[in-house]
C-alpha cells in the first residue's frame, strides 16, 4: 500500500533553533494533512495542503508541498518549548482515510 | 463541549478478556474511524465507518468487531486480549472521510 516516510524520526534542539520534518512518498500525493500531537495528547490538526508548489504559513511554522507533490515538509522558526511533541504528516489514501508517516519527535531544550 | 468523546481513558485488563471502548462525535460527521498507536508512535488505521457502513478493515484480526449503532457512534469490542494489543486506541471522525480528523483523547489499553 501507500507509504508515506517521514524523516527525522527524532530531533532535540536548543530554544530558539530551527527544526525541519519531511515526508516523502513514491506516489503522487492528493493532498498532504500535518498533525501535531503533545505528549500524552491526542493529534490535533494543523494544515492542509493541496496544490503544487503550495507555501502556508502559520506563526512561527511553514509548510510546503513539493511541485510534485510527492514530499512536503514543515518548519519552524525559532523553536519554543511549546512547540515540543509528535508531528506526523498524513496522506489521503483516496478510500476516505489517512495513512500516517512515522512521525518526527522534537524536543527543545530551554 | 468535547467533539469526540471516548471512554474509558485507561484500561488495564488480563490476558484472555473481552472488552470494549466506546466512542461518540458531536461534530454531525460522517466518518469515524478506529486508529492504534503503538510504543513507537506510529498511527495506524483499523477501521474507518462511513455512515454506519465499513469502509475500510485493515488486516486487523477478528477478535476486534467495531460496530456502530448509528452515524455519531463507533465502539470498539476486543475479544481475547492478547499483550500485543497493548497500545493506545484513537477514534476520530471526519467530515467525508477526506476532511482534517478530530481525535478522541484516546484509550490506553495495557494487557497484563
Known amino acids: 500500500g501507500q507509504q508515506v516516510m517521514q524523516i527525522p524520526q527524532y530531533q532535540h534542539v536548543q530554544e530558539g533553533e530551527d527544526f525541519t520534518t519531511y515526508c516523502n512518498s513514491s506516489?503522487?500525493?492528493?493532498?498532504i494533512q500535518w498533525y501535531k500531537q503533545r505528549p500524552g495528547g491526542h493529534p490535533v490538526f494543523l494544515i492542509q495542503?493541496?496544490?503544487?508548489?503550495e507555501v502556508k504559513k502559520q506563526k512561527r511554522l511553514t509548510f510546503q508541498f513539493g511541485e510534485a507533490k510527492k514530499n512536503s515538509s514543515l518548519h519552524i522558526t525559532a523553536t519554543q518549548t511549546t512547540d515540543v511533541g509528535t508531528y506526523f504528516c498524513a496522506q489521503d489514501t483516496g478510500r476516505r482515510a489517512l495513512t500516517f508517516g512515522s512521525g518526527t519527535r522534537l524536543q527543545v531544550q530551554p | 463541549d468535547t467533539a469526540v468523546s471516548q471512554t474509558p481513558k485507561y484500561l488495564v485488563t488480563q490476558m484472555g478478556n473481552d472488552k470494549s471502548i466506546k466512542c461518540e462525535q458531536n461534530?454531525?460527521?460522517?466518518?469515524m474511524y478506529w486508529y492504534k498507536q503503538d510504543s513507537k508512535k506510529f498511527l495506524k488505521i483499523m477501521f474507518s465507518?462511513?455512515?454506519?457502513?465499513?469502509?475500510i478493515n485493515e488486516t486487523v484480526p477478528n477478535r476486534f468487531s467495531p460496530k456502530s449503532p448509528d452515524k455519531a457512534h463507533l465502539n470498539l469490542h476486543i475479544n481475547s486480549l492478547e499483550l500485543g494489543d497493548s497500545a493506545v486506541y484513537f477514534c476520530?471522525?471526519?467530515?467525508?472521510?477526506?476532511?482534517?480528523?478530530?481525535f478522541g483523547n484516546g484509550t490506553r489499553l495495557t494487557v497484563t
Open positions: 476520530a471522525s471526519s467530515q467525508d472521510g477526506h476532511s482534517p480528523l478530530h
Open positions: 506516489t503522487t500525493l492528493s493532498n
Open positions: 495542503l493541496v496544490k503544487s508548489g
Open positions: 461534530l454531525g460527521h460522517d466518518t
Open positions: 465507518y462511513n455512515n454506519k457502513e465499513l469502509i
